[in-house]
């Protein structure tokens, strides 16, 4: 494995893996691998194939096994260059990670900052599409391929997502639903968590959108059935059913990912980045209470006059802010009565002329 990526790699220090890996061979082509599990073999999935995951079992089926697998093979495989992540984890399970250089924020467990993340994902993969624009391609691929600008893949997990959904369920719908449709092309890629599939938190366009799946252990034929992996209530704790869109159904193996695993990539990161890691502000989204407003207040009044409907990309555009004071402007204005409620991800009614 001399090809790792230095000093990132730690692969040295993560035996589990090591030996399961050491198997593996890359395709060489450039995009993302991630290792779920293990059948006579590393088993691996191609993000630019897969676009999207769910992971479906029930609370009890190991699942964060899965979800640490998928980071560390990442983590000791590939560059923040290459790929970074977002984590909204309900059960702070993800957060033993501690501060990492991949993470574009730490590790989420308010809904309010979840909501705020998935608006600037939303934000992110508008973005991408316009430089996909100016350098004449359609993809992430073959941006990087073209471009001297290097994007990294962005994962984002959302774990479980029934935590998140309990709080806002339209708004997260509606903006998981932005990124499941439009995300994969820009490489911005969703891992969603649930215990099983209820169409009121997972609508049908989610999942026509991510058919590739995950399926755990399932405590009922019903939801077996509902995640599209009857045998699901059948398999053993430490297994999992991997269902690729037209490709059959594969049983695998869990890997056993060892506390001492997990401390030695928190130890390593401390030995590599002993200061502080400045995050993005994704998260930062100030209450509005009206008592002090952004200075570009009156100018965005002004500017949304003569509109019907205005979104945070108008506001980052004509004024060059980042996305976070954007939707600061818009919260503003909704309050002082001049624009609509936020409906997902759809632009807001302008209210006063």
């Known amino acids: ?50 676009g999207h995951l769910l992971l479906v079992g029930w609370s009890m089926s190991r699942k964060e096994f899965i979800l640490d697998t998928i980071l560390q093979s990442l983590l000791t495989r590939y560059t923040p260059e290459d790929v970074r992540f977002i984590l909204a984890d309900g059960q702070a399970d993800l957060s033993q990670y501690g501060d990492n250089p991949y993470f574009l924020t730490e590790v989420i467990r308010e809904h309010d900052k979840a909501i705020s993340a998935l608006k600037w994902t939303i934000a992110e993969v ?35 997502i029934e935590y998140f959904s309990n709080f806002s369920p339209n708004e997260i719908q509606a903006l998981i639903e932005g990124i499941s449709s439009r995300g994969a092309k820009t490489g911005v890629h969703l891992i969603l968590v649930t ?20 399926v755990c252990q399932m405590t009922t034929i019903k939801d077996a059935n509902d995640a599209g992996a009857k045998e699901a209530n059948q398999i053993k704790s430490n297994e999992m059913l991997l269902k690729l869109q037209d490709e059959k159904l594969q049983k695998i193996q869990m890997l056993d990912i060892s506390e001492k695993d997990i401390k030695a990539i928190r130890e390593y990161f401390k030995k590599y980045f002993p200061y502080t890691i400045n995050y993005k502000e994704v998260v930062t989204m100030p209450s509005v209470d009206g008592s002090e407003l952004d200075p570009l207040f009156d100018q ?40 609509g409620p936020a409906i997902g991800s759809k632009p807001r009614e302008v209210l006063k002329k």
């Open 1 to 50: 494995m001399d090809n790792l990526p230095v000093p990132f790699s730690i692969f040295d220090k993560i035996s589990s893996l090591k030996k399961i890996l050491e198997k593996y061979k890359s395709s060489g082509k450039q995009t993302v691998e991630i290792l779920i599990g293990k059948n006579n073999g590393p088993v691996m999935i191609d993000l630019e194939k897969v």
């Open 126 to 160: 508008e973005v991408r599409y316009k430089d996909f624009e100016k350098e004449f391609v359609r993809d992430i691929e073959n941006f990087n391929v073209q471009s001297k600008e290097k994007k990294p893949r962005i994962i984002l997990i959302i774990k479980p």
């Open 195 to 214: 215990d099983k599939i209820n169409k009121n938190i997972i609508s049908s366009s989610i999942l026509s959108n991510i058919p590739n799946r995950i």
């Open 300 to 339: 965005a009044v002004e500017l949304i006059k003569p509109l019907e409907y205005v979104g945070a990309s108008l506001l980052q555009r004509k004024f060059r802010i980042g996305y976070s004071r954007a939707a600061l402007l818009l919260d503003q204005m909704e309050a002082q009565g001049f624009v």
